[in-house]
């Protein structure tokens, strides 16, 4: 059995096929039992196929869906909701020891500018690089 008359076989089952290949295929199914056997197989599985009922989803299929989303929907917002209205004291709490903290530092240095208010020191580069701490800087 050829890979051409198994090809007309199948084609046979899906439209109609033209004088010369129905002759071809007729003949084939004459001198082959293997091709007669796989042409009875096939015809059953397609007989099976249409039997077997269609499964699809119910009218109110969507509708379900659509509720489900918008009720998870609703869920996401209420705990979204619950985080801000949890964290807002917080983030008030941290703001006001972030002003405590700036305060302390610009009346312990004196210095009314960015670095006293977050206590940076003036460090100058001889400093930072002093030979007698750091041996490698020439």
């Known amino acids: 059995?050829?890979?051409q008359i198994k090809n007309l076989l199948y084609k046979s089952?899906?439209?109609?096929?033209s004088d010369r290949d129905q002759r071809l295929l007729n003949t084939a199914l004459e001198e082959s039992e293997d091709l007669r056997s796989e042409m009875a197989l096939i015809k059953?599985?397609?007989e099976k196929a249409r039997q077997t009922a269609v499964i699809g989803f119910s009218s109110?299929?969507?509708d379900q869906v659509m509720k489900?989303?918008?009720e998870n929907h609703h869920e996401e917002e209420m705990l979204f909701e619950a985080l801000v209205h949890f964290f807002?004291?917080?983030a008030i709490a941290a703001l006001l020891l972030l002003a405590c903290l700036i305060f302390y530092n610009i009346s312990e240095t004196n210095q009314y500018s960015l670095q006293g208010a977050f206590a940076i020191s003036d460090v100058s580069i001889e400093e930072a690089?002093?030979?007698i701490v750091d041996l490698t800087a020439e």
Request: overall charge positive.
């Open 129 to 131: 690089f002093d030979p």
């Open 60 to 62: 109110g299929f969507t």
């Open 1 to 3: 059995m050829s890979r």
């Open 13 to 17: 089952f899906e439209k109609k096929l």
């Open 68 to 70: 489900h989303v918008l």
């Open 88 to 90: 807002r004291p917080v």
């Open 44 to 46: 059953t599985l397609r």
